[in-house]
Nanobody, 124 residues
Framework: QVQLIESGGGLVQAGGSLRLSCVSS????????MGWFRQAPGKEREFVAG????????TYEDFVKGRFTISRDNAKNTVYLQMNSLKPEDTAIYYC?????????????????WGQGTQVTVSL
């Protein structure tokens, strides 16, 4: 069983920054893409960003392009989400997910392991 442990969430003012981290217990971490998803109250879970196992390819949902950056350190089995210029509409629980595949996709069905989530709250 693979465990994903997120950290780094919290309360921040609009325009501020947060950095989320997710540590994976998967032995073959570098062979699998990783993704970040989020779910706001009353809304469906949505894709935020993904990164290939090698780290040389990334993909973003349009609403975070230019503000969020996904990265990974395969030596530490860790994936990061740097969030800048945060907006109140970014408020959500953010989930780290591990893909079945090497290449990141935007479909939650392609991810077979999920973290417990970390709350991000952006105030005006």
């Amino acid at each position: 069983q693979v465990q994903l442990i997120e950290s780094g969430g919290g309360l921040v003012q609009a325009g501020g920054s947060l950095r989320l981290s997710c540590v994976s217990s998967r032995a073959t971490f570098s062979s699998h893409a990783m993704g970040w998803f989020r779910q706001a109250p009353g809304k469906e879970r949505e894709f935020v960003a993904g990164i290939a196992g090698s780290g040389d390819s990334t993909t973003y949902e349009d609403f975070v392009k230019g503000r969020f950056t996904i990265s990974r350190d395969n030596a530490k089995n860790t994936v990061y989400l740097q969030m800048n210029s945060l907006k109140p509409e970014d408020t959500a629980i953010y989930y780290c997910a591990a893909s079945r595949y090497m290449w990141a996709t935007m479909t939650s069905w392609d991810y077979d392991y999920w973290g417990q989530g970390t709350q991000v709250t952006v105030s005006l």
